[in-house]
């Protein structure tokens, strides 16, 4: 199998993208510890991992919690040690950017940009012993913009430059430095509300390939970084999201700026 006998962390394991990349891990014989907020989200991810024959196991932890996150990757990656490191926890909320306050902003800034940072400080003397890989998951369009989401896509715009950086400066430890950036994902965990308008209204105007991106795509993706087959990939923006970052954006744009805006 082409991952066994790794080992790879993933947060934000309990639902969606992580635990699809969880599943495709176990399933190409990793040993995957995935980390989550909740112990009934992780025990649906181990209950699939199971059903694949995978090993998986799982820790409850905030990664904004850098005392809990230390505590985490060391007794995951102690005896282990770490091959690949998957940092998808993250999330934010749309809004127009004055109607974002500081704290609002500070949140979603220390969820998807500090938090990350933290992880991998963490995990780095680990995946320096085997010359792992990192695998940061971001969104597509970053460098584009995105009506609604300017505190996400600044703190991603750093996990991009801090990847870049890491790619850069540890190349020499062997260790690779990746993003990978989904488009339009509709998994099981959205609500039926939210996943008819992506299907509905967003998707067909704003995807060029006319499709949602699935999430066994982007875990086929992430497990392909981590196989030797991607051993030269470093310091990357992979954007799999079906050509939607070079359309029309994918947020509100239709609804921007307001009427009462517009000459």
Known sequence: MLLAGKHAVVTGAGSGIGQGICVRLVELGAT????GRTDSALQKTAELAAHAQGKFRWFTADVRDCARVRSVIAESSAELGMDLLVNNAGGQFYAAAEEISDNGF?????????AVFTVISEAKQFLAQRGGSIVNISLSGIERGSVGLAHSLAARAGVLAMTKTLA???????????????????SDSLPEAVAASLRDRVVPESVPAGRATPVADVAELV?????????????????????AHLGRGL??????????GRE
Do not use: K, Y
């Open 168 to 186: 850069l400066e540890w190349a020499h430890l062997g260790i690779r430095a990746n993003c990978v950036a989904p488009g339009v994902v509709i």
């Open 32 to 35: 995957v510890t995935g980390i």
């Open 223 to 243: 497990a392909f970084i981590a196989t030797p087959a991607g051993r030269m990939i470093t310091g990357q923006l992979l954007q799999i999201d079906g050509a």
């Open 251 to 260: 947020h509100m744009i239709d609804e921007w700026p307001p009427r009462e």
């Open 106 to 114: 500070r949140s979603v800034v220390d969820l998807n940009l500090n």
